[in-house]
């Protein structure tokens, strides 16, 4: 099993993270973003959008993370990151639905603009940001709420938090992490997840056994 991506990537995050879950090793075959590679024709054999990441598992070929995370979940032995249950699982699909829908395209206004424009020697755009602030007010406004009634977003940690993790990482990253500690749930699920060995890994902080 082979995973194309590049380490500093969110989507690429939510893979590792599950493998991670998983206890499940598999070869990390670096894209790299600085050079274009993920524009390559080779990569784009396997990702015809020239992002990452990329699954290839003995031959079967996955992208998009979310796909990726769910086939994982379902193949590989270990811990259980989706339920069996019909009605759980129907949860789990609808908060990945709300971080994909709702959620990760405000945010992603304040990581473009908070953390990759510095990075890219660019002027973070204010307008934007702002935008993206507000953007994410309904949103979190109802993650704090479910919060305050679940531990996680569906219930059990499931392949739903994964999703969301990357996003809030690179919000405190972008300077706008009070959008997530002035939400008292939002804020004690991030210690949670947070403190996971597998987000560790994923997010570099910490090295597989």
Same mark, same amino acid.
């Given at each position: 099993?082979?995973?194309?991506?590049?380490?500093?990537?969110?989507?690429?995050?939510?893979?590792?993270?599950?493998?991670?879950?998983?206890?499940?090793?598999?070869?990390?075959?670096?894209?790299?973003?600085?050079?274009?590679?993920?524009?390559?024709?080779?990569?784009?054999?396997?990702?015809?959008?020239?992002?990452?990441?990329?699954?290839?598992?003995?031959?079967?070929?996955?992208?998009?993370?979310?796909?990726?995370?769910?086939?994982?979940?379902?193949?590989?032995?270990?811990?259980?990151?989706?339920?069996?249950?019909?009605?759980?699982?129907?949860?789990?699909?609808?908060?990945?639905?709300?971080?994909?829908?709702?959620?990760?395209?405000?945010?992603?206004?304040?990581?473009? !603009?908070? #953390? /990759? %424009?510095?990075? +890219? &020697?660019?002027?973070?755009?204010?307008? $934007?940001?702002?935008?993206?602030?507000?953007?994410?007010?309904?949103?979190?406004?109802?993650?704090?709420?479910?919060?305050?009634?679940?531990?996680?977003?569906?219930?059990?940690?499931?392949?739903?938090?994964?999703?969301?993790?990357?996003?809030? !990482?690179? #919000? /405190? %990253?972008?300077? +706008? &992490?009070?959008?997530?500690?002035?939400? $008292?749930?939002?804020?004690?699920?991030?210690?949670?997840?947070?403190?996971?060995?597998?987000?560790?890994?994923?997010?570099?902080?910490?090295?597989?056994?």
């Amino acid at each position: 099993m082979k995973v194309f991506g590049h380490p500093m990537s969110t989507c690429t995050r939510k893979v590792l993270t599950t493998l991670a879950e998983k206890e499940h090793k598999a070869e990390f075959v670096l894209v790299d973003l600085m050079t274009g590679a993920h524009k390559s024709p080779e990569h784009m054999a396997r990702q015809p959008f020239g992002v990452v990441p990329a699954l290839d598992d003995d031959g079967f070929v996955l992208f998009e993370s979310r796909a990726i995370i769910a086939y994982l979940a379902a193949k590989l032995p270990g811990k259980a990151l989706t339920p069996g249950d019909i009605k759980s699982q129907a949860l789990v699909n609808q908060w990945m639905s709300v971080e994909y829908s709702y959620f990760t395209p405000s945010a992603m206004k304040i990581i473009y !603009e908070g #953390l /990759f %424009a510095p990075m +890219a &020697g660019r002027e973070p755009d204010q307008a $934007k940001i702002d935008d993206g602030r507000k953007g994410l007010e309904t949103p979190l406004t109802v993650l704090d709420k479910r919060l305050g009634e679940v531990e996680y977003v569906a219930g059990d940690f499931s392949i739903a938090d994964i999703c969301f993790m990357p996003y809030v !990482e690179y #919000l /405190f %990253a972008s300077k +706008a &992490g009070d959008l997530i500690t002035d939400r $008292k749930n939002v804020a004690a699920w991030w210690n949670r997840v947070s403190e996971r060995p597998s987000w560790q890994i994923a997010s570099g902080k910490k090295t597989a056994a």
